[in-house]
């Protein structure tokens, strides 16, 4: 303040008195560009979030200070002042292991993310999960212990694990996974979970260990077409998917070669549906991958297929140019419709036997079920055909695009007509998948309360459908894998497919009449003898 001419400065020491502290600048690690904390000799001033270099981790490490202040040690503010909030510091425990001091009491925390090899491969280790066996010509997989693990998503932070499993993981009751977590098998961060409502937080690693059952596929061998230093060709049977999805892990291609045949780390070069046999290529390295992928992209790549359809089809070719609209990604299903992704496809008829015509399909785009969508629309839909050739699709059963329902009463038909006939399967669906709506109120199939199960009394004679619940499972003990520290039986207490007796499916039943007959592409060319069922002396059943 200036009093007078004289340009003497009188400083307010009689009304203010400022303590002088030593302060130091400490550079923090962790930001590309760095980030500073004002430090004083007995307190740190740390930046609010909306302040904060966008660069600065959330909790800043504190560095030694100047002027003998020790790391970590308990700072107290001059009288009068109001106390910091504490800084979290990493400090070293007895047992080498970092610990943070200064967050709150009783905070759970986080380890960081482990580092995962990119890719997906199988091991030896993945193979050795459980066995095959073949029953009334199926192949068939011994039920096992499986670890489904992921990080904590996003959209779960700040919610309860409870909340998780009962919007997300439908497959099973609340009860269930209450039952789970008793008995161990329910995991966060490596850490037996026993209260469902702790909190997610970002990085958390969840692990779910259940006894998995698998439908079972065809007992037709996968048949190798040829075999180079670049690529894998076989001729797949139907039923069995290429690669694990869904309930299918060790009934797929990709297991059964890596399994019997020893061929591992294969590039699926094209993609079959799971009812679709024939023509299936893998390359043996990335390299080669990326290379057919590449004549792919360019339309280089020459696609036949052969199917039995309905009717008579014209003897002339066929070309049919219908946009192919998604209608359900979960179930696959897909109609005709002006908002869908252009597509074109070929057919030739080949034979007519009076009731059924065998056709040659081209492909001259790659949309999901193409083949199959167009012949319907065509009027000559494939004649076992457990999508699009069904009553779900109306009387004209979907020819010429003529469908008298919408979209969600359609599918809500077709998961009816395949749960009344108890094969759900063919549509790769579980009933613990389907949304409530699609859940009617009194299935035979679905499952008990675990918190309440209900004593049965039957004849002996008659077949065992539904056994009570025995909650006395082995707890899993820490760092035991899947299935390591439970026993290798087939019979689990927790497990609601022990307690359901289904009746097989017959092979025929697995069975679609789609079958690749060749690939051709530059310098290649695999092809794979007709079916059965396209020969000209075939019968229909």
């Not at 499916?505 to 695999?526: I, N, S, T």
Request: aromatic letters at 8%.
């Amino acid at each position: 303040m200036w009093l007078g001419s004289s340009g003497v400065s009188l400083s307010l020491l009689s009304v203010a008195r400022p303590v002088f502290r030593r302060l130091t600048f400490a550079w923090l690690p962790g930001s590309r560009r760095g980030c500073r904390s004002m430090m004083a000799s007995d307190e740190c001033e740390v930046p609010t979030r909306d302040a904060r270099d966008p660069g600065c981790p959330e909790e800043p490490q504190v560095q030694p200070l100047q002027g003998g202040v020790e790391a970590g040690r308990e700072q107290r503010p001059p009288a009068g002042e109001k106390e910091q909030a504490p800084v979290p510091v990493l400090a070293r425990s007895s047992g080498g292991r970092k610990k943070r001091r200064g967050q709150v009491s009783g905070e759970r925390f986080v380890p960081p993310p482990k580092k995962r090899r990119a890719g997906v491969s199988f091991s030896d280790h993945h193979f050795a999960e459980t066995s095959y066996y073949f029953e009334g010509g199926l192949r068939k997989v011994r039920p096992y212990y499986f670890d489904f693990e992921t990080y904590c998503k996003g959209r779960w932070v700040g919610r309860s694990l409870l909340h998780v499993y009962s919007t997300e993981f439908r497959a099973h009751s609340l009860a269930y996974y209450e039952a789970a977590a008793q008995a161990g098998r329910l995991r966060l961060n490596e850490q037996p979970v026993r209260d469902l409502g702790v909190i997610l937080k970002d990085n958390d690693f969840l692990r779910n260990t259940v006894h998995r059952h698998e439908p079972p596929v065809t007992a037709e061998p996968i048949r190798l077409l040829a075999e180079n230093d670049d690529v894998v060709v076989i001729d797949k049977p139907s039923s069995m998917p290429v690669h694990p999805c869904g309930r299918f892990r060790h009934n797929t291609v990709i297991f059964v070669l890596g399994k019997e045949h020893q061929l591992k780390e294969l590039h699926p070069l094209h993609r079959l549906d799971r009812l679709t046999s024939g023509v299936l290529m893998f390359a043996k390295t990335a390299a080669v991958s990326e290379r057919i992928h590449e004549q792919v992209r360019d339309r280089q790549l020459e696609k036949e297929y052969v199917c039995r359809v309905e009717g008579e089809f014209p003897s002339e070719e066929v070309t049919c140019k219908e946009p192919i609209l998604v209608v359900s990604y979960k179930v696959g299903l897909c109609r005709v419709d002006p908002r869908g992704k252009s597509c074109e496809t070929v057919f030739q008829r080949l034979s007519y036997n009076g009731h059924s015509s065998v056709v040659r399909c081209r492909p001259l785009t790659g949309r999901t079920h193409q083949i199959r969508v167009h012949l319907q629309f065509l009027g000559h839909p494939i004649i076992n055909d457990p999508i699009y050739n069904t009553a779900a699709w109306g009387p004209a059963r979907g020819r010429g695009g003529h469908i008298p329902k919408t979209d969600d009463e359609l599918l809500r038909d077709l998961v009816e007509e395949h749960r009344a006939k108890q094969s759900l399967d063919i549509l790769d669906l579980f009933e613990g998948d389907l949304p409530p709506d699609l859940k009617p109120p009194s299935d035979p199939l679905l499952k008990q309360d675990l918190k309440e199960p209900k004593a049965t009394t039957r004849d002996p004679e008659e077949p065992n459908q539904t056994a009570p619940l025995d909650l006395n499972t082995k707890e899993v003990t820490p760092g035991e894998a899947a299935g390591s520290g439970l026993k290798e039986r087939e019979i689990d207490p927790l497990c609601d497919e022990c307690r359901l007796v289904r009746q097989d499916p017959l092979p025929q039943e697995l069975v679609m009449y789609l079958h690749a007959l060749r690939y051709k592409g530059p310098g290649f060319e695999y092809s794979s003898p007709m079916p059965a069922w396209a020969q000209d002396d075939w019968k229909e059943d």
